[in-house]
């Protein structure tokens, strides 16, 4: 259990983030914690009841792939005073997948945040987000899911690569990106299974300048641009301030 774990006084802190592939699973649990009406999670009295069937009045929830349109209409729901709780909770899932448009729409509210709101929103990578909403929220690292079970399917080659990147061997990790850009579905499942790792281990090594790039590359790969680009660019700015030694030798 998250609240138990994390927060002191089982005050949840908000504007927060939750990073991590499973976050949504971990919201119901954050807004009984805010919309019990004996304010302990119990389970049982209406507003626990409430929470669970999803349907408590002061729980708004989406999904990141939300519209404009219907953004701005639930954040105009957020406004009111709350119907039954003290506090209206605002939950989004996987709001990596937010437009800049709603991203942007979102910022506007925790610049000027009222004492009713707990804005909770979950990521894949936090790096999907807009620095300015990063910079406004605690982000809580959640736990890896099945990092040991996935750990067995990995490849000597993957393996290596990985390290590749961890200790910047420029040599090996360009041998094993030629080898696998060539298709682009298997190149962007590969590059994901290597960001999800790296932000499970904290980004060690190199992987913490070039994760933040890759994962915009990603946003790339999804509108069709070149793995290879995609790749060679991530890599080169990462490297930047050696790229440029070598080029004034
Ligand atoms: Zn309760």
């Known amino acids: 259990m998250l609240v138990d774990k994390y927060f002191k006084h089982h005050k949840v802190p908000s504007p927060l983030i939750l990073e991590g592939e499973d976050h949504a ?27 669970k069937k999803n349907f408590h009045p002061d729980w708004i929830h989406m999904d990141g792939s939300v519209k404009m349109e219907e953004f701005r209409e639930k954040l105009s729901a957020l406004r009111q005073k709350p119907f039954e709780a003290k506090v209206r909770v605002f939950t989004m899932a996987h709001f990596e997948d937010a437009s800049t448009f709603v991203q942007n729409a979102l910022l506007k509210t925790l610049e000027e945040p009222l004492a009713h709101w707990i804005i909770l929103m979950g990521v894949r990578s ?64 590969l590059l994901l299974k290597f960001l999800k790792r790296a932000s499970e281990e904290g980004y060690p090594g190199h992987w913490l300048q070039l994760a933040p790039l890759l994962e915009r590359g990603l946003a790339e790969l999804e509108r069709n641009i070149n ?23």
Do not use: M
């Open 25 to 51: 699973r971990h919201f119901e649990e954050l807004v009984l914690w805010n919309l019990c009406e004996t304010q302990a999670a119990c389970g049982a009295c209406p507003g626990c009841k409430k929470v």
């Open 126 to 189: 936090r790096f999907r987000l807009l620095e300015t909403i990063r910079s406004r929220c605690l982000i809580l690292k959640l736990p890896p899911v099945s990092q040991e079970a996935e750990a067995e399917e990995w490849s000597d080659k993957e393996r290596k690569f990985y390290t590749a990147i961890q200790t910047q061997n420029h040599l090996d990790a360009y041998q094993f990106v030629e080898s696998e850009w060539k298709e682009r579905d298997h190149f962007y499942r």
């Open 227 to 249: 793995p290879k680009i995609v790749w060679d660019r991530a890599w080169a700015t990462s490297l930047d301030d050696k790229y440029e030694l070598e080029y004034r030798l």
